[in-house]
């Protein structure tokens, strides 16, 4: 398993409650990104990071924030939790030395927003 | 708009059969594609990947087929075994950086 840990593994919160969503890799991956598994959906790239404090969008960035202030690193915040925010989210990691390369996932990340 | 497409939800195979899982993209600027595994309560775990210059890549019972003119790939299980059943996703990336991934198809592997 590559060093990809999710915290929490399953939450449950309030509609309009902050919410942060922690990944922690020990392999000094370059990127790191956030995705989020609907049904029919398949993964959707929220956000992702090409180093400490660079990060951009993706195609589903909307009421999500991230921050990265350490390679290590990954916080994902929804500033706001509605109910389309549940969904499972997944964080992965990929090396850059090489331009062809796999990226990796953690276990997840199962949110429900009531 | 969904750059990488599965257009198969779900696929039955008989043990023992090949499995056929395809993949459609869009964007002409891929250059790297990949299939990922997922199992329910799981992350997605990397199976096989096929660089854009060469149309075939093969590891043990996996082989990924490329078809660049008609932009199109597929994945081939032979022979398929009920531990193969499982969520299967097309992934593509262009300068490696981001991932675009498909919607995924459910296999069943009937033993």
């Known amino acids: 398993d590559a060093g990809i840990t999710q915290s929490p593994r399953h939450k449950v919160t309030e509609t309009g409650t902050p919410v942060t969503l922690r990944c922690h890799q020990t392999?000094?991956?370059?990127?790191m990104y956030w995705y989020r598994q609907d049904p029919g959906h398949g993964l959707r790239l929220i956000h992702y990071?090409?180093?400490?404090?660079?990060?951009d969008k993706g195609e589903v960035s909307d009421g999500y924030s991230v921050s990265r202030s350490k390679t290590e690193d990954f916080l994902l915040t929804l500033e706001s939790a509605t109910s389309s925010q549940t969904s499972v989210y997944f964080c992965?990691?990929?090396?850059?030395?090489?331009?062809?390369?796999?990226?990796?996932f953690g276990q997840g990340t199962r949110l429900t927003v009531v | 708009d969904q750059q990488v497409k599965q257009n198969s939800p779900s696929l039955s195979v008989q043990e023992g059969r090949i499995s056929i899982l395809n993949c459609d993209y869009t964007n002409s600027m891929f250059d790297y594609f990949l299939w990922y595994k997922k199992y329910p309560a799981e992350g997605p775990t990397f199976l096989i990947s096929i660089s854009s210059i060469k149309d075939k890549n093969e590891d043990g019972r996996f082989t990924v087929f490329l078809n660049k003119s008609a932009k199109h790939l597929s994945l081939h299980i032979v022979p398929s075994q009920p531990g193969d059943s499982a969520v299967y996703f097309c992934a593509a990336s262009a300068l490696g950086n981001q991932f675009y991934f498909g919607t995924g198809t459910s296999l069943t592997v009937i033993p």
């Open positions: 392999e000094n991956h370059r990127y």
């Open positions: 992965a990691i990929s090396g850059s030395n090489r331009r062809h390369t796999e990226a990796f």
């Open positions: 990071s090409y180093g400490v404090k660079d990060t």
